[in-house]
């Protein structure tokens, strides 16, 4: 009755993670990454509990937020304008950029990643090499998506074991309690296989 298609799963299985995947949105606003990624088809109603989800965890950041910090941390342009100081890497906005700007950026940084400006779990980021007979033809594309063009960097090398083809971070997670800076979780993020992205949401890349 539930034949296996070849490489994929049973139709069984199909329909039993699918109204898992509908029961835990409506029931716990979990989304499809949150109930793989936290195993909620293996976890009773009093375990799932005990997670934050994403639906909930940005109603959290909302709520903690004021709307411009919101948009601020939402746009990577905005975001990097914020903590300039602390970013000690060349980078551009394409939407700002013109041409001379572009080819001032490529000719110091043959390779950049490209990031689009509003976009999450490494969605629109790509490693990019420029030769000189593609320029106009990068500029004009880049012109029409809002995006950050960001300077390559070299990472640690006890990181670089890790995935040595993308740069691999920690992400740190604080709330601000008065003028208190509190760490309420922090995450190691690594690429898988050739990737250049620290992010397992993007295993097709």
């Given at each position: 009755?539930?034949?296996?298609?070849?490489?994929?799963?049973?139709?069984?299985?199909?329909?039993?993670?699918?109204?898992?995947?509908v029961w835990n949105y409506l029931r716990y606003?979990?989304?499809?990454?949150?109930?793989?990624?936290?195993?909620?088809?293996?976890?009773?109603?009093?375990?799932?509990?005990?997670?934050?989800?994403?639906?909930?965890?940005?109603?959290?950041?909302?709520?903690?937020?004021?709307?411009?910090?919101?948009?601020?941390?939402?746009?990577?342009?905005?975001?990097?304008?914020?903590?300039?100081?602390y970013v000690k890497r060349d980078q551009l906005?394409?939407?700002?950029?013109?041409?001379?700007?572009?080819?001032?950026?490529?000719?110091?940084?043959?390779?950049?990643?490209?990031?689009?400006?509003?976009?999450?779990?490494?969605?629109?980021?790509?490693?990019?090499?420029?030769?000189?007979?593609?320029?106009?033809?990068?500029?004009?594309?880049?012109?029409k998506s809002p995006a950050v063009l960001d300077?390559?960097?070299?990472?640690?090398?006890?990181?670089?074991?890790?995935?040595?083809?993308?740069?691999?971070?920690?992400?740190?997670?604080?709330?601000?309690?008065?003028?208190?800076?509190?760490?309420?979780?922090?995450?190691?993020?690594?690429?898988?296989?050739?990737?250049?992205?620290?992010?397992?949401?993007?295993?097709?890349?």
């Amino acid at each position: 009755m539930y034949k296996n298609e070849p490489g994929g799963i049973n139709l069984f299985y199909r329909i039993r993670y699918g109204m898992g995947i509908v029961w835990n949105y409506l029931r716990y606003k979990a989304t499809i990454s949150d109930y793989f990624e936290l195993r909620f088809f293996e976890k009773n109603s009093k375990e799932k509990k005990e997670y934050l989800t994403s639906k909930d965890g940005l109603r959290f950041a909302q709520y903690v937020d004021s709307q411009e910090v919101f948009t601020q941390l939402c746009s990577k342009k905005e975001m990097y304008r914020e903590l300039k100081k602390y970013v000690k890497r060349d980078q551009l906005y394409s939407a700002e950029s013109t041409k001379e700007d572009f080819e001032k950026f490529v000719d110091k940084h043959n390779s950049f990643l490209y990031k689009l400006d509003v976009a999450d779990c490494g969605r629109g980021i790509e490693k990019w090499t420029v030769s000189k007979g593609s320029i106009e033809d990068l500029y004009n594309k880049f012109k029409k998506s809002p995006a950050v063009l960001d300077e390559l960097v070299t990472q640690h090398q006890e990181l670089s074991k890790l995935n040595p083809s993308s740069v691999n971070t920690i992400r740190i997670f604080t709330v601000m309690i008065g003028n208190e800076c509190e760490i309420i979780g922090a995450a190691l993020r690594m690429g898988v296989g050739d990737t250049v992205i620290d992010n397992y949401c993007r295993l097709d890349r």
